[in-house]
């Protein structure tokens, strides 16, 4: 056994083409980091070894895979550069092979880092001899300093700076970079103008509608806080965000045009539904092809409420006739409901959608579309006067129930919309879109109790 230290890629690299060289094959070669037989004789090696021709991916990768933390990635590679030039020259097309498939997660692990460190990085400005140096401190999960470097460089070329990780550092002086040894934080945080700056631009760029936690700490991973300014006034800014959302909603609900600005003058249901066919309160009438009002039995006790009309719908003008409504309508059959008994009608009329090719791709409403859209729900309800309202999926329980409705938050409230019980389930459509059986079983399992619960107001 030999034992091969590499401290970054090019160590590797040259003792890799050494070993390749020598004919050292992977299970001969220890990547112990401590330096051995091989490494002492590897400057007489390198003078007469030839580069191996590997493919241009596999030096990317290795470049990359060199960053990783793990300990195995130079006999990982090792291996890999072995087999590409011992008969195996499309290993790395070979995606289900173990070796590539851990290398690939390595690399996928590394750019994602690499990436947090390009948005995570945040200068301080320091004074040193009477001249700015700006200087951050960041701690990324592996050693990808080496691999934004050159981002770092090209952005801020006139600032005189320096990124210190726990590893290694980084200095530019706007003519040449610099490496170092690694720094504690300890030794380089340090408060200064920029954090108001950076809390300042947060608090702007916060949007307390589009709140979600799980995704926050994924794209801002915690670790990263401490040295990140503007994560010091979040927990201010999530107590805010139930007010602020009430105050942009009230913003909306004042400021944009609804659906009661295109009311007929007499309010009966036939006025109704043709003056809904001209309304026009909201962008979505744009580029639907016709505004499907409700429809079914104006006596009937119990009325179902879906988000909006789907593609089919849009084309014929009627509610819940599209795969969605298919299904529903089996659902129904297994209560013993008849559509005929039944209300059925969308939080929103006109089917929102984005065009690809020949497709039209469903979009849920935006909140502005609900608000906007809301009286003419509250008009078929007040004129149909269900015993119970059965809000199928989230928009539906929005326009119904309050702004924030979630499934998993309010299903077991008691909720009501104008004094008239509301049972909230899940839009059919979910159970389409289900890709295995077991969640499809589930929700279609949701609909119908929901369903049969209903049937008490029958
Ligand atoms: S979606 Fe509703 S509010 Fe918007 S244009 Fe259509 S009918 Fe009017």
């Given at each position: 056994?030999?034992?091969?230290?590499?401290?970054?890629?090019?160590?590797?690299?040259?003792?890799?083409r050494?070993?390749?060289?020598?004919?050292?094959?992977?299970?001969?070669?220890?990547?112990?980091?401590?330096?051995?037989?091989?490494?002492?004789?590897?400057?007489?090696?390198?003078?007469?070894?030839?580069?191996?021709?590997?493919?241009?991916?596999?030096?990317?990768?290795?470049?990359?895979?060199?960053?990783?933390?793990?300990p195995?990635k130079?006999?990982?590679?090792?291996?890999?550069?072995?087999?590409?030039?011992?008969?195996?020259?499309?290993?790395?097309k070979?995606?289900?092979?173990?070796?590539?498939?851990?290398?690939?997660?390595?690399?996928?692990?590394i750019?994602?880092?690499?990436?947090?460190?390009?948005?995570?990085?945040?200068?301080?400005?320091?004074?040193?001899?009477?001249?700015?140096?700006?200087?951050?401190?960041?701690?990324?999960?592996?050693?990808?300093?080496?691999?934004?470097?050159?981002?770092?460089?090209?952005?801020?070329?006139?600032?005189?700076?320096?990124?210190?990780?726990?590893d290694?550092?980084?200095?530019?002086?706007?003519?040449?970079?610099?490496?170092?040894?690694?720094?504690?934080?300890?030794?380089?945080?340090?408060?200064?103008?920029?954090?108001?700056?950076?809390?300042?631009?947060?608090?702007?760029?916060?949007?307390?509608?589009?709140?979600?936690?799980k995704?926050?700490?994924?794209?801002?991973?915690?670790?990263?806080?401490?040295?990140?300014?503007?994560?010091?006034?979040?927990?201010?800014?999530?107590?805010?965000?139930?007010?602020?959302?009430?105050?942009?909603?009230?913003?909306?609900?004042?400021?944009?045009?609804?659906?009661?600005?295109?009311?007929?003058?007499?309010?009966?249901?036939?006025?109704?539904?043709?003056?809904?066919?001209?309304?026009?309160?909201?962008?979505?009438?744009?580029?639907?092809?016709?505004?499907?009002?409700?429809?079914?039995?104006?006596?009937?006790?119990?009325?179902?409420v879906?988000?909006?009309?789907?593609?089919?719908?849009?084309?014929?003008?009627?509610?819940?006739?599209?795969?969605?409504?298919?299904?529903?309508?089996?659902?129904?059959?297994k209560?013993?409901?008849?559509?005929?008994?039944?209300?059925v009608?969308?939080?929103?009329?006109?089917?929102?959608?984005?065009?690809?090719?020949?497709?039209?791709?469903?979009?849920p409403?935006?909140?502005?579309?609900?608000?906007?859209?809301?009286?003419?729900?509250?008009?078929?309800?007040?004129?149909?006067?269900?015993?119970?309202?059965?809000?199928?999926?989230?928009?539906?329980?929005r326009?119904?129930?309050?702004?924030?409705?979630?499934?998993?938050?309010?299903?077991?409230?008691?909720?009501?919309?104008?004094?008239?019980?509301?049972?909230?389930?899940?839009?059919?459509?979910?159970?389409?879109?289900?890709?295995?059986?077991?969640?499809?079983?589930?929700?279609?399992?949701?609909?119908?109790?929901?369903?049969?619960?209903a049937?008490?107001?029958?």
């Amino acid at each position: 056994m030999i034992c091969v230290a590499a401290e970054n890629f090019d160590e590797w690299r040259k003792a890799a083409r050494n070993l390749l060289a020598a004919g050292r094959a992977p299970e001969q070669v220890g990547w112990d980091g401590n330096g051995g037989l091989f490494a002492e004789s590897d400057n007489t090696a390198s003078t007469t070894a030839s580069p191996a021709k590997v493919p241009a991916d596999f030096v990317t990768l290795a470049t990359r895979t060199a960053c990783h933390r793990d300990p195995e990635k130079w006999a990982l590679l090792y291996r890999a550069l072995w087999r590409l030039s011992h008969g195996e020259p499309y290993l790395l097309k070979m995606a289900t092979d173990p070796l590539i498939h851990r290398l690939r997660r390595m690399d996928g692990e590394i750019r994602r880092d690499a990436h947090k460190t390009k948005a995570f990085v945040r200068f301080r400005l320091l004074q040193e001899n009477g001249e700015n140096h700006y200087v951050a401190w960041h701690r990324p999960d592996h050693t990808v300093l080496p691999l934004v470097a050159g981002f770092f460089q090209r952005r801020f070329a006139v600032m005189r700076w320096s990124i210190v990780t726990p590893d290694q550092s980084l200095a530019w002086d706007g003519e040449a970079l610099r490496w170092g040894p690694g720094l504690p934080a300890s030794e380089v945080a340090h408060e200064d103008k920029f954090e108001d700056v950076w809390r300042t631009y947060y608090r702007a760029t916060f949007n307390p509608a589009r709140i979600k936690i799980k995704m926050m700490k994924q794209e801002m991973p915690v670790r990263h806080w401490a040295t990140l300014p503007e994560t010091h006034i979040i927990p201010d800014l999530l107590a805010e965000a139930e007010t602020r959302v009430g105050k942009m909603i009230g913003a909306m609900e004042g400021d944009r045009e609804t659906a009661e600005n295109y009311f007929p003058s007499v309010p009966d249901y036939p006025s109704l539904r043709s003056a809904a066919a001209g309304c026009r309160a909201c962008g979505l009438c744009g580029p639907a092809t016709q505004t499907v009002f409700g429809e079914g039995n104006l006596d009937a006790r119990i009325m179902l409420v879906g988000e909006q009309p789907g593609d089919e719908e849009d084309l014929r003008g009627r509610p819940f006739i599209g795969p969605a409504g298919q299904l529903l309508m089996e659902l129904l059959q297994k209560t013993g409901l008849s559509r005929e008994e039944l209300y059925v009608t969308n939080a929103v009329k006109h089917f929102r959608f984005v065009q690809r090719g020949k497709k039209r791709i469903h979009q849920p409403p935006d909140a502005c579309n609900v608000i906007a859209c809301k009286p003419w729900l509250q008009t078929e309800i007040k004129l149909v006067r269900p015993k119970v309202i059965v809000a199928l999926g989230a928009t539906a329980g929005r326009a119904l129930v309050h702004h924030g409705f979630t499934l998993k938050h309010d299903q077991h409230k008691d909720l009501f919309f104008d004094g008239i019980p509301v049972y909230a389930t899940w839009h059919p459509s979910a159970a389409l879109r289900a890709t295995q059986p077991q969640p499809r079983a589930d929700i279609e399992h949701h609909i119908l109790e929901t369903l049969k619960r209903a049937m008490g107001f029958r």
